[in-house]
């Protein structure tokens, strides 16, 4: 089945304290990018990648790291979590020449 | 002014109305016009996409693209509770690397039996 897996799907932290939200996309998509979702502010992206150790800000990437060693995986780094970075967030892969994004479940993050 | 604009709702309707829900936009370079589907707690999933103006239909709904003025809607024909969730409008100047997907702020709908 073609999906895209991110892990954990609920996270509460602590400010400060190191944390990676890992995505996975089974489908060998050259394309992949990671979105926050607020209330009232829709989905935002946060960096894109379109290959392997390629890598670029989307609209939001303050306080966030990427890698791309691998075609399948993208995680999503927060060095140093702040609590206004408490959202929901979603990995998406897509082929470059698709404009079909096919979206993960969801990671919910709380940073207190 | 912002880049995709879409009314937030909620938008409740009884089952079997017809619904419209709309987008507009300010960059004339925009070519592809998608509309997702988000239900709650999931991650959105296309529903249908457009290129340039005019329309497409796939069963219940209808996208349409007018770029003269700069405005895309969605159509639902005999809502059910099932079309119950959150659209959101997206939009992308081409269909290669150059731009990427721009969200409107989805519209939350409700579709009561």
């Known amino acids: 089945e073609a999906q895209v897996t991110q892990n954990p799907r609920y996270l509460i932290t602590v400010t400060g304290k190191k944390l990676t939200v890992t995505c996975s996309q089974n489908m060998n998509h050259e394309y992949m990018s990671w979105y926050r979702q607020d209330p009232g502010l829709g989905l935002r992206q946060i960096y894109y990648?379109?290959?392997?150790?390629?890598?670029d800000k989307g609209d939001v990437p303050e306080g966030y790291k990427v890698s791309r060693k691998e075609k399948r995986n993208f995680p999503l780094i927060l060095e140093s979590p702040s609590p206004n970075q408490t959202s929901l967030y979603f990995c998406?892969?897509?082929?470059?020449?698709?404009?079909?994004?096919?979206f993960g479940q969801g990671t919910r993050l709380t940073v207190v | 002014q912002k880049e995709v604009e879409q009314d937030p709702g909620p938008l409740s309707v009884p089952e079997g109305a017809i619904v419209s829900l709309n987008c507009t936009y300010s960059?004339?370079?925009?070519?592809?016009f998608m509309w997702y589907r988000q239900y709650s707690r999931k991650g959105p999933e296309l529903l249908m996409y457009t290129y340039s103006s005019g329309n497409k239909e796939d069963g219940r709904f209808t996208a349409q693209v007018d770029k003269s003025s700069k405005y895309i809607s969605l159509f639902i024909r005999d809502s059910q509770p099932s079309d119950s969730a959150t659209y959101l409008c997206a939009m992308k100047i081409d269909g290669g690397s150059q731009g990427n997907l721009i969200f409107g702020k989805g519209t939350k709908l409700s579709v009561k039996p």
């Open positions: 960059n004339s370079a925009f070519q592809y």
């Open positions: 998406a892969s897509s082929w470059i020449m698709n404009t079909e994004a096919f």
């Open positions: 990648s379109m290959n392997v150790e390629v890598t």
